[in-house]
């Protein structure tokens, strides 16, 4: 992990976005499609500190992004070229546009400030959506990268943003992934070679220290 002086330098609100990727009811809810999932992002307490994470950022003036995955009813220009997308149309609840399924997760307070980006396709909440020009836009250097799942959405999410040339940092205990000790093993093996990884309260204590103030 790095330091803290290295972590606040990351962190600096101004360049700063906090996405959190498919933290919406029909995911991670009580009704969710993915229960095994749910679980996990709840029992780990990583939907917790999303919402914690989410709240800091609002009372810091970090912009907050959200990720959501859905469909259209009828399917048009979704993905069928893997089995995890054939799987998910045979899901009791559906991730449909305009339903309670693709609302952001209770607890986690949503601002009219905050984005909120949907894809119809693919895996990746940054890879064909408008996730990058709107970061650009904004200034963004660093992109914390919060949800779920450790399985696909959120290394894509990571290498996605890495590849683009942002600075990645995940917040180890605010994603969640199934089995539930598959997360720690994918942040260990994969995501800490690729980004910085952190805790919820040193993301936190980072945006409440005193901002140096550099003069000429």
Excluded at 86 to 108: D, F, W
Excluded at 185 to 197: W, Y
Aim: aromatic residues 2%; charged residues 20%; contains cysteine.
């Amino acid at each position: 992990m790095a330091t803290n002086e290295q972590l606040a330098e990351q962190l600096d609100p101004a360049s700063t976005v906090l996405m959190t990727v498919e933290c919406q009811q029909g995911v991670v809810g009580p009704d969710s499609a993915l229960p095994e999932l749910a679980k996990a992002a709840r029992s780990s307490g990583a939907l917790h500190n999303v919402a914690r994470l989410v709240a800091a950022a609002h009372e810091t003036g970090v912009q907050v992004l959200h990720a959501v995955a859905e469909r259209r009813p009828d399917g048009r220009g979704a993905n069928r070229n893997a089995r995890l997308f054939r799987a998910a149309e045979r899901l009791p609840v559906q991730q449909y546009s305009g339903t309670t399924a693709v609302r952001i997760a209770e607890g986690i307070d949503v601002a009219d400030e905050d984005l909120v980006v949907r894809r119809l396709h693919g895996l990746s909440p940054i890879a064909g959506t408008d996730v990058d020009p709107l970061l650009r836009n904004l200034g963004c250097r660093t992109l914390i990268v919060s949800g779920v799942s450790a399985n696909v959405a959120i290394p894509n999410a990571v290498f996605d943003a890495v590849n683009l040339g942002y600075t990645a940092v995940v917040p180890a205990d605010a994603i969640a992934g199934v089995p539930a000790e598959y997360t720690p093993a994918m942040i260990r093996n994969t995501l800490a070679l690729v980004a910085t990884i952190a805790t919820t309260d040193t993301i936190v204590a980072c945006w409440k220290r005193p901002r140096r103030v550099v003069r000429a």
